[in-house]
């Protein structure tokens, strides 16, 4: 990559986000926190510049077209490219999820934030990432989204508790990122999914067994792939995850 890598994190003030902007940021790159809370994102990115990583702020509302276009122009001004987009922001859209009980407006929710919103920033950041010379795109995703894992008759393949916003949500993450892979094949351009594990964030209620920082090894290891790693894969620390 050039000298100057620059990655985008998006939802990276806190968590695993902001524990994937640390990694890439220790490899000596620029990193852009993407966030929509301005004192969270500020914070983060005085924390990460005192940790000694060249980080700058992006506001950002992966659910706000306008936000995420000004989001571009920004890391082009800051920057003229991008060689590492990591669409972290995700929410689940509040428990239970049984569904013969949920709100259709909470599928919505967690749809608009989890998929279209990685679709939208995607998108916006393309023309940017067509600039570098080796650009990866990190989607995470989560092994609840694994219908494998969901239809197991164990308790070793079945991933998590009912929730059908939250899981088919990330089931429909990975089928959109093949998408992506299929479109973007003979290009240079890497995109993959990656699993964090069972991670201790706000998203759970800190219910996790890993720390932020293990759930981030996934993304950090897909952003700094060569280029003739894989593209269109879905993994997690042990390797592949069956779909």
């Not at 989001?71 to 929410?91: F, P, S, T, Y």
């Not at 759930?215 to 390797?239: E, K, V």
Request: hydrophobic share 40%; proline share 5%; aromatic share 4%.
């Amino acid at each position: 990559m050039s000298e100057r890598t620059t990655a985008l994190v998006t939802g990276a003030n806190k968590g695993i986000g902001y524990e994937i902007a640390v990694g890439l940021g220790a490899l000596g790159w620029s990193v852009g926190v993407g966030a929509r809370d301005d004192r969270r994102r500020e914070a983060a990115v005085e924390r990460l510049r005192a940790a000694g990583v060249d980080a700058f702020g992006v506001p950002l509302d992966v659910t706000d077209d306008a936000s995420v276009t000004a989001a571009a122009r920004l890391i082009e001004e800051q920057a003229g490219h991008l060689d590492v987009l990591v669409n972290n922001a995700a929410i689940t859209g509040g428990m239970p999820q049984d569904p013969t009980l949920v709100d259709p407006a909470t599928i919505r929710t967690v749809v608009e934030t989890n998929v279209i919103g990685v679709i939208r920033v995607t998108n916006a950041m393309m023309p940017l990432l067509r600039r570098s010379a080796s650009p990866r795109i990190v989607n995470m995703s989560s092994s609840v989204g694994s219908l494998t894992r969901q239809s197991g008759t164990s308790a070793e393949l079945t991933a998590g508790p009912v929730a059908v916003a939250y899981a088919p949500s990330k089931t429909f993450l990975n089928a959109v990122t093949l998408q992506y892979a299929r479109e973007l094949s003979g290009t240079n351009i890497l995109i993959n999914m990656g699993c964090p594990g069972y991670v201790a964030t706000d998203l759970n209620g800190h219910r996790g067994v890993r720390t932020p920082e293990q759930g981030a090894a996934i993304a950090i290891t897909l952003a700094t792939l060569p280029d003739d790693g894989p593209t269109g894969g879905f993994f997690d620390d042990a390797g592949a995850v069956p779909w």
